[in-house]
């Protein structure tokens, strides 16, 4: 079963390639405050259909470079253009 996570594009700059964020709030082991982390993943995009801002669906793959181990799935929500 492949990992589906879901995330914000905070970089588009490179060729079929994403920055996607993956933000979580978890405990802290020892003190127990409600602390935020961040994973960062590569998301290949072959039709370069998601921009910055955009959360989307990505999903766990062969490694396709040095850095990529995921692929787009669907972009969930569009980003808010001004």
Do not use: N
């Amino acid at each position: 079963m492949r990992k589906v996570l879901t995330g914000v594009v905070t970089s588009d700059k490179g060729a079929k390639t994403l920055k996607v964020e993956i933000s979580r709030r978890f405990s802290h082991p020892m003190y127990g405050k409600i602390v935020r982390g961040r994973t960062v993943c590569h998301a290949h995009d072959e039709q370069e259909q998601a921009k910055q801002g955009d959360v989307v669906e990505i999903v766990e793959c062969r490694p396709r470079s040095k850095t990529k181990r995921w692929e787009l799935v669907k972009v969930v929500e569009s980003a808010a253009t001004s």
